[in-house]
């Protein structure tokens, strides 16, 4: 895949269940320009959503988020990764179930891994069961396809988006109003 990243923008690539339920609530942070839904860790080039579903490419739904960091910084980004979902159950989130909605920190340098791994540790005392987030350098990313793309945003009313998405984003807009951007998409 051509790279257009600005050279201005960071990039953070994170798993946490259905992308659906990343995109939409990272597109409310203020510094964060764009959030892409797309597929990372696996072993088949240029995956389809249904191959991704089967659970046999390895891939893990992921958001690919192109973020201002002097605006917000990794770090945050991973506090509300964090916060928008369970990071102590493995291939799981809510109603998904399958490694391709594993919890995963794909880092794009060594300072975001680190940042990730102390992330998780301070972390690891908040929680009853172990932190199984998976850590690992990106190796290629591949967009979804574009029924995928802003899916919260041009289907709001569907009950996916009613029953999963929109608590999460409340939760952004209570937990970080101080990150959430005065006009998010």
């Known amino acids: 895949m051509a790279d257009d990243h600005d050279p201005e923008l960071a990039t953070a690539t994170l798993a946490g269940g259905c992308f659906w339920c990343l995109e939409a609530p990272f597109q409310e942070l203020a510094g964060v320009h764009t959030v892409t839904s797309g597929y990372a860790g696996g072993h088949v080039d240029d995956p389809t959503y249904e191959e991704v579903c089967s659970g046999s490419t390895g891939h893990a739904e992921v958001v690919r988020i192109e973020y201002d960091p002097d605006r917000i910084a ?7 990764f964090f916060a928008l ?3 102590t159950t493995k291939d799981r ?16 340098d060594d300072a975001q891994r680190e ?4 992330v998780i ?3 690891a005392d908040d929680y009853d069961d172990p932190i199984v987030t998976e850590v690992e350098p ?14 919260y945003a041009n289907n709001p ?7 999963q998405i929109r608590p999460k984003m409340q939760k952004v807009r209570e937990r970080f109003a101080d990150r959430v951007a005065d006009d998010p998409r």
């Open 157 to 163: 009313q569907r009950a996916y988006c009613q029953v």
């Open 121 to 123: 540790d301070r972390l």
């Open 115 to 118: 940042t990730a791994e102390r």
């Open 93 to 108: 989130q809510g109603p998904d179930v399958g490694s391709q909605y594993r919890s995963a920190i794909f880092t794009h």
């Open 74 to 80: 990794y770090a945050d980004l991973l506090a509300v």
């Open 138 to 151: 990106l190796e290629t990313f591949y967009p979804a396809e574009d029924y995928h793309q802003d899916y």
């Open 85 to 87: 979902h369970d990071p």
